[in-house]
């Protein structure tokens, strides 16, 4: 059985993250608590991870690889209960010092400004009362996770006058505000199991300066990235259906998932989803939050 939960009243959630699979690999417990509860979800991605790889019999009857990774984020949308997937536009890049992320019409090299308008205009007409991106080294350091969390700044600023100030703690602030704004959450990895992962990879004979699929993902440079958590959201009872959507994004699953210890990180870190509070600003004498809405 489900929680009681239910939010004060009908809310809206805004997710702004860069690829298909960054909902359901990320904050997908968290996206299907509120939406099997009432609350109306809307993915807003980036791109359709077209530099994504992907094994080539997967591509039977897919014209490329964007169509196929489109279909499986509207599986693992129909999995969460989303109400509306929504698309920025922009081509996938690659990770940092790939050689096609300065193409025209990447999200890397897009002007600031213009992503962050294309958001914005999400956020007029869409209303939300909270919103979730990609923290400010964009989880793994991803330029396309980056990018967003920029932009999504720069459209507070555009929207609501926001400036913004990153204090020494980690937390941000707000210098000057014109008007009021949606609450405002950016996706934090967990550090402490990450650490402990980074010093005994090793001994399962795995380099953690070399992780992923590509073999580009740098977990001891992720693990010294430290963002206060300030929001912990108890997702246990939805982990069959974060599992079901991260199912369907089968071509983007990680190969290293399939060992014992990368597999016993995972379970250690699931029941729980964790966030950074951006606006309102948090302070350091509030109490650790169990939600995402004023009241849940």
């Known amino acids: 059985m ?3 939960y239910t939010p004060a009243r009908m809310a809206t959630l805004l997710v702004i993250l860069a690829h298909p699979d960054d909902e359901s690999f990320g904050p997908g417990g968290t996206l299907a608590k509120y939406a099997y509860h009432g609350t ?4 807003l991605c980036g791109t359709r991870g077209e530099s994504g790889t992907v094994d080539a019999e997967r591509l039977n009857g897919y014209a490329d690889v964007a169509a196929l990774r ?3 984020l509207m599986c693992a ?13 922009y ?6 010092g790939a050689a096609n992320n300065d193409a025209e019409g990447t999200l890397h090299a897009a002007p600031l400004d213009e992503v962050a308008g294309r958001i914005a205009g999400f956020i007029e007409r869409l209303r939300p009362d909270a919103i979730i991106t990609h923290d400010q080294y964009g989880g793994y350091g991803h330029p396309d996770h980056i990018k967003l969390h920029r932009a999504t700044m720069r459209a507070y600023e555009l929207l609501y006058g ?4 990153l204090e020494p703690n980690g937390l941000w602030s707000v210098v000057k505000q014109n008007a009021p704004a949606p609450r405002l959450y950016f996706t934090v990895i967990p550090k402490r199991l990450l650490k402990l992962g980074v010093r005994i990879m090793p001994l399962f004979r795995q380099d953690p300066r070399r992780f992923g699929r590509n073999k580009d993902i740098d977990l001891a440079q992720i693990a010294s990235w430290d963002v206060p958590v300030t929001t912990r959201i108890d997702t246990r009872r939805y982990l069959k259906i974060k599992q ?3 199912a369907c994004h089968a071509s983007q699953q990680l190969p290293a998932g399939r060992s014992r210890l990368i597999r016993f990180l995972f379970r250690r870190n699931q029941g ?3 966030f950074a509070r951006a606006y309102p600003p948090y302070r350091r004498d509030e109490k650790l939050e169990t939600g995402l809405f004023d009241g849940g």
């Open 91 to 96: 081509r996938d890049s690659g990770m940092a």
């Open 272 to 274: 729980f989803e964790y």
């Open 244 to 246: 079901a959507a991260s």
């Open 40 to 43: 109306s979800v809307h993915y």
């Open 2 to 4: 489900r929680p009681p």
């Open 70 to 72: 489109t279909a499986e």
């Open 162 to 165: 926001i400036e913004w100030k």
């Open 77 to 89: 949308a129909k999995e969460l209960r989303l109400a509306g997937v929504h698309f920025l536009g």
